[in-house]
């Protein structure tokens, strides 16, 4: 199974009041990719 996946991939910094993480990978792209591997077969 094919998959073409559009959308952005961005490198993130988050701040909250218990730290901060700086070059964290974001964006609709990578979670789109994300789940859909749930969904496939494992190839070795």
């Known amino acids: 199974m094919s998959l073409l996946t559009v959308g ?24 789109i990719s994300l789940a859909a591997s749930y969904f496939t077969k494992k190839y070795r």
């Not at 952005?8 to 979670?31: C, H, K, N, S, W």
């Open 8 to 31: 952005t991939m961005a490198f993130d910094d988050i701040q909250t009041p218990l730290g901060r993480a700086e070059g964290i990978v974001g964006g609709a792209a990578t979670y």
